[in-house]
């Protein structure tokens, strides 16, 4: 089993910065691609962002790019997500998921084990 705990989420302004990690535990070895989503109240589950743990190669969602940026930290097998330049419509409960295999998925159901979520709000 896998264990993901989210962290970092908040309330902030727009224009704000937050950085969300992301623990992993358990049986992690063969843990590769390490994701986040988002869910907005009365919206689909979306990808964020993904990166691998070979190379750290990440994808973005279009709606992301260029604002938030994943790294990973192997040795203590936690993810981070920092976002940058928010905007109210970044407001949502995000996710961290992983998955076996080294393919980032932009399918939430592609994913084995999530986290239990970390609201972030942006006020206008």
């Known amino acids: 089993q896998v264990q993901l705990v989210e962290s970092g989420g908040g309330l902030v302004q727009a224009g704000a910065s937050l950085r969300l990690s992301c623990a992993a535990s358990g049986r992690t070895f063969n843990m590769d691609a390490m994701t986040w989503f988002r869910q907005a109240p009365g919206k689909e589950r979306k990808f964020v962002g993904g990166?691998?743990?070979?190379?750290?190669?990440?994808y973005y969602a279009d709606s992301v790019k260029g604002r938030f940026t994943l790294s990973r930290d192997n040795a203590k097998n936690t993810v981070y997500l920092q976002m940058n330049s928010l905007k109210p419509e970044d407001t949502a409960v995000y996710y961290c998921a992983a998955k076996i295999g080294v393919v980032v998925s932009t399918t939430s159901g592609a994913y084995d084990y999530w986290g239990q979520g970390t609201q972030v709000t942006v006020s206008s």
């Open positions: 990166i691998t743990r070979s190379d750290s190669r990440a």
